[in-house]
T-cell receptor, first 113, second 111 residues
Framework: EAQVTQNPRYLITVTGKKLTVTCSQN?????MSWYRQDPGLGLRQIYY???????DKGDVPEGYKVSRKEKRNFPLILESPSPNQTSLYFC????????????FGPGTRLTVL | GQSLEQPSEVTAVEGAIVQINCTYQ??????LSWYQQHDGGAPTFLSY????GLEETGRFSSFLSRSDSYGYLLLQELQMKDSASYFC????????????FGKGTSLLVTP
């Protein structure tokens, strides 16, 4: 089944404790991205990657890192999480940079205390 | 910069037709997409318009007018399961073709 998976689905952590949210897709997509969703603000792009070893900042990259060492994986790293990073995070992938359809993962609900 | 405007909430009756409008301002418009999201779920793709006109997919249609920087999503024969949030999103060639989302329209379908 074609899908985007994220882990963990739920995470409660404390300020400053490094964490990684994994994202994997099995559709051989080149383009992957991370979004955060907050009430009243819609989906905002954090980082995106056009292919292996090619990443770039989205609208709200501060406090986040990403890497794209393999085509299928695009982890999101929070080196020192803060409470304002409490949010619902979605990973997404698409065939190419301008493909009309993005496929979203199930989401990761992160709470930083 | 860019911005997208869509109504925050819409209510409609089961079986009716509802139109959700989206206006946008962007310097490098490449296409307008629509996504549906049920509470707590992942957004799912509904429709995409790169050219002016109407695209129809079953009960859902989407329209684009690039000259007016305007589009809409039309939902026909509304069903209770259509209660969800609907997001318009613009792809902008001036920002790496990133997909920029509006804040979403919450649609409530009532019996």
């Amino acid at each position: 089944e074609a899908q985007v998976t994220q882990n963990p689905r739920y995470l409660i952590t404390v300020t400053g404790k490094k964490l990684t949210v994994t994202c994997s897709q099995n559709m051989n997509h080149e383009y992957m991205s991370w979004y955060r969703q907050d009430p009243g603000l819609g989906l905002r792009q954090i980082y995106y990657s056009m292919n292996v070893e090619v990443t770039d900042k989205g609208d709200v990259p501060e406090g986040y890192k990403v890497s794209r060492k393999e085509k299928r994986n695009f982890p999101l790293i929070l080196e020192s999480p803060s409470p304002n990073q409490t949010s619902l995070y979605f990973c997404a992938s698409s065939l190419g940079q301008v493909a009309d359809t993005q496929y979203f993962g199930p989401g990761t609900r992160l709470t930083v205390l | 910069g860019q911005s997208l405007e869509q109504p925050s909430e819409v209510t409609a009756v089961e079986g009716a037709i509802v139109q959700i409008n989206c206006t946008y301002q962007t310097s490098g418009f490449y296409g307008l997409s629509w996504y549906q999201q049920h509470d707590g779920g992942a957004p799912t793709f509904l429709s995409y318009n790169a050219l002016d006109g109407l695209e129809e997919t079953g009960r859902f249609s989407s329209f684009l007018s690039r000259s007016d920087s305007y589009g809409y999503l039309l939902l026909q024969e509304l069903q209770m399961k259509d209660s969800a949030s609907y997001f318009c999103a613009v792809r902008d060639s001036n920002s790496g073709y990133a997909l920029n989302f509006g804040k979403g329209t919450s649609l409530l379908v009532t019996p």
